[in-house]
């Protein structure tokens, strides 16, 4: 006869397509077995494999600025890539930590939020495009984040949506309408609502790893993860932020990190830029900074029809293009070769790339160097 097996969480002995399992951790009598399938037994005592639906939880990358130097955001603007922050009044900052020294963490980085000015409230979501969130209807999910603060804080989180009555990816502008007074929950935008509930997190000031578990409505238009603090933060107060994740799931998932390259590119769906990943877009930055260069095919101060820069993958709209002057504090076009500015900078933009002219310099002369850096917004 065969054997029975003995594992950390029970003894087992196959029985055809069943299992006969004694839980060790429960105070049966030795002869005393239980029958299961070995799906059931996987679902209970395993954790189960699942792809993180959400990008940049690592907090590797943050295009808007320069990742590594606390930065303003803009009310309503995005912090590190995909994550969009609103805080009650001014001013919240953000900044990349390396985590390479942290204990508690397995990721190269952790995102941290600074409050400054003034105290006051602040809340930070990912929201889920709608082709990523209607597979999730239905389903029980898990919203995990690990988390410290400069000293003990209470933070909300919670899974929101876009509800049925809402148009799929057209999340209101103002996302948080009223913050409320301490301990209250904030008033949200038009069709936004929190699925079952936001629960309240004692966030010390060492890693803890912290989650929020529901059911997706079966007509959710988007799916929204967020965080908030439940009180005002004082100024210079700080909330560190790491290794966030959605899965597919009743229980925590181990965290595991996506290839650099691969999340860059689930990122510039959504921003993409000529500069340096590590560099904040601005004018008059320099030469050679990776700017986009194109010869001029005519001479003069004509129109110049640049070649079409294709983007790294195909964008979730056709973004708003800004701008810059690699060589002076302006937007246009700069004609290295002749060392001048370019005039009437125009675009045309699709999802996968853009195409750029320009009105030449009274020096341009065919074949020169003409360069401009651009950065390009497709967020929901």
Wanted: with cysteine.
């Amino acid at each position: 006869m065969a054997q029975w097996d003995t594992y950390d969480l029970g003894t087992v002995f196959a029985d055809g397509d069943e299992l006969l399992f004694r839980d060790l951790s429960e105070a049966l009598p030795e002869d005393q077995i239980k029958r299961a399938t070995l799906l059931s037994l996987l679902s209970k005592y395993m954790l189960v494999t699942s792809n993180n639906h959400l990008i940049n939880g690592s907090f590797d990358f943050a295009q808007r600025q320069s990742p590594g130097t606390l930065t303003t955001i803009a009310d309503n603007a995005y912090s590190a890539d995909r994550w969009r922050a609103t805080r009650e009044n001014a001013d919240l900052q953000y900044i990349r930590v390396d985590a390479t020294g942290e204990s508690g963490l397995t990721c190269k980085y952790h995102g941290q939020y600074k409050k400054i000015t003034n105290s006051g409230k602040f809340h930070v979501v990912q929201i889920l495009e709608g082709v990523n969130s209607v597979p999730l209807r239905g389903k029980t999910i898990t919203f995990q984040l690990k988390m410290k603060a400069s000293s003990s804080k209470t933070i909300r989180m919670a899974v929101l949506e876009l509800q049925n009555a809402g148009t799929m990816d057209t999340i209101p502008g103002t996302l948080v309408t009223a913050f409320g007074a301490d301990g209250t929950d904030p008033t949200l935008g038009s069709n936004v609502a929190i699925i079952t509930g936001a629960e309240s997190k004692s966030v010390t000031t060492s890693w803890q790893s912290f989650s929020v578990t529901v059911t997706v409505p079966t007509n959710s238009k988007n799916i929204i993860c967020a965080f908030w603090s439940n009180a005002d933060f004082s100024a210079n107060d700080t909330l560190s932020v790491a290794e966030a994740g959605l899965f597919i799931s009743s229980i925590v998932q181990a965290w595991t990190q996506r290839p650099t390259q691969q999340e860059l590119a689930l990122c510039q769906r959504y921003y993409f830029k000529t500069f340096a990943i590590d560099t904040a877009p601005a004018q008059n930055i320099g030469a050679n900074t990776e700017e986009f260069h194109a010869p001029a095919p005519v001479a003069g101060a004509n129109t110049q029809r640049m070649s079409k820069l294709q983007f790294p993958v195909v964008m979730f709209k056709v973004p708003t293009l800004t701008t810059y002057n690699p060589a002076a504090a302006n937007a246009q076009v700069r004609d290295f070769t002749a060392s001048a500015d370019c005039s009437a900078v125009s675009s045309a933009a699709f999802a996968n790339g853009v195409l750029l002219a320009c009105t030449g310099n009274a020096s341009t002369a065919v074949g020169n160097a003409l360069r401009v850096h651009v950065t390009l917004e497709a967020e929901l």
